[in-house]
């Protein structure tokens, strides 16, 4: 893999192929957020968006644990060059943080997961705004911000009980336990489990697997999963789904992607 020039000493963003890899790498802080981490994120979801060769993401961490949220602490601990950049950023882009944490303007293309060891508090918050999310056996998640007197501002309230059912989130949110990867896997919140060690790896599987397909269909599909949620009316969602349907069906891969069935080969598709 290729490390980039946006990448930070919290943050290490790689290209490889058709996938980027983000890393958290601040383990010695548990790979709590930091100024620095969150400015190396917001630039990979941006050149995730706009480069057309990028057709998926991988995000995953250094260390023993995934992510244990914020640190008040970090602008005295991170780089000052990029502490300051990261300032200087948030004067032109006053939600940045909430970008780098995948609150707002998600990239419009799937967000894989790969989390090892404890994900807590905003580590489980930025799951709610990945796609597909594979969890190592002793990953352990919860949203534990009302045990300190705090409100969950990464968009849990809203995000969780959408992606699984009401109680359970209720459970999570207003009791603020941690909960086990198999609960996880249980209750609809995680896809995969694997040992330890190999989150990694399967996430790539995966990225591999999307990346075969038709990158403008898979970001027309991304992005009707994203916004036409259950709150919408069934004609309302059908509607909006066929505008996005339409320019996919249009495309040069449609073709090609038909041509290949066919002629019995795998489909070349150039993302037009």
Same mark, same amino acid.
Not at 217 to 237: F, I, Y
């Given at each position: 893999?290729? @490390?980039?020039?946006?990448?930070?000493?919290?943050?290490?963003? @790689? *290209?490889?192929?058709?996938?980027?890899?983000?890393?958290?790498?601040?383990?010695?802080?548990?790979?709590?957020?930091?100024?620095?981490?969150?400015?190396?994120?917001?630039?990979?979801?941006?050149?995730?968006?706009?480069?057309?060769?990028?057709?998926?993401?991988?995000?995953?961490?250094?260390?023993?644990?995934?992510?244990?949220?914020?640190?008040?602490?970090?602008?005295?601990?991170?780089? *000052?060059?990029?502490?300051?950049?990261?300032?200087?950023?948030?004067?032109?882009?006053?939600?940045?943080?909430?970008?780098?944490?995948?609150?707002?303007?998600?990239?419009?293309?799937?967000?894989?997961?790969?989390?090892?060891?404890?994900?807590?508090?905003?580590?489980?918050?930025?799951? *709610?705004?990945?796609?597909?999310?594979?969890?190592? %056996?002793?990953?352990?998640?919860?949203?534990? %911000?009302?045990?300190?007197?705090?409100?969950?501002?990464?968009?849990?309230?809203?995000?969780?009980?959408? *992606?699984?059912?009401?109680?359970?989130?209720? %459970?999570?949110?207003?009791?603020?336990?941690?909960?086990?990867?198999?609960?996880?896997?249980?209750?609809?919140?995680?896809?995969?489990?694997?040992?330890?060690?190999?989150?990694?790896?399967?996430?790539?599987?995966?990225?591999?697997?999307?990346?075969?397909?038709?990158?403008?269909?898979?970001?027309?599909?991304?992005?009707?999963?994203?916004?036409?949620?259950?709150?919408?009316? %069934?004609?309302?969602?059908?509607?909006?789904?066929? @505008?996005?349907?339409?320019?996919?069906?249009?495309?040069?891969?449609?073709?090609?992607?038909?041509?290949?069935?066919?002629?019995?080969?795998?489909?070349?598709?150039?993302?037009?």
């Amino acid at each position: 893999m290729a @490390e980039l020039d946006i990448s930070t000493n919290n943050c290490i963003v @790689e *290209q490889h192929g058709n996938v980027l890899v983000v890393t958290l790498n601040r383990p010695e802080a548990k790979n709590a957020f930091s100024p620095e981490m969150l400015l190396g994120m917001y630039k990979a979801w941006r050149l995730l968006a706009e480069d057309d060769d990028l057709h998926c993401a991988i995000l995953t961490a250094n260390g023993d644990t995934f992510c244990a949220g914020m640190d008040l602490k970090a602008g005295a601990d991170g780089e *000052q060059r990029s502490t300051e950049e990261f300032m200087e950023l948030m004067g032109k882009v006053p939600n940045i943080h909430w970008q780098a944490l995948l609150r707002d303007n998600r990239p419009n293309k799937p967000l894989i997961l790969a989390v090892e060891g404890y994900a807590l508090a905003g580590g489980t918050e930025i799951l *709610q705004g990945t796609d597909i999310r594979v969890a190592a %056996e002793n990953a352990i998640f919860g949203v534990t %911000e009302v045990a300190r007197g705090l409100y969950p501002m990464s968009g849990s309230t809203i995000r969780l009980r959408r *992606q699984i059912p009401y109680c359970l989130a209720a %459970e999570i949110l207003l009791c603020a336990e941690h909960i086990t990867a198999r609960q996880a896997l249980d209750f609809g919140l995680i896809n995969k489990i694997v040992p330890p060690g190999e989150t990694l790896a399967a996430a790539h599987e995966y990225a591999a697997r999307i990346c075969a397909n038709g990158p403008l269909a898979v970001r027309a599909v991304t992005r009707s999963l994203r916004e036409h949620q259950e709150c919408m009316p %069934e004609e309302e969602a059908m509607h909006a789904s066929d @505008e996005l349907a339409a320019p996919v069906f249009a495309s040069a891969d449609a073709k090609e992607g038909m041509r290949a069935f066919k002629e019995k080969r795998p489909a070349r598709f150039t993302g037009s």
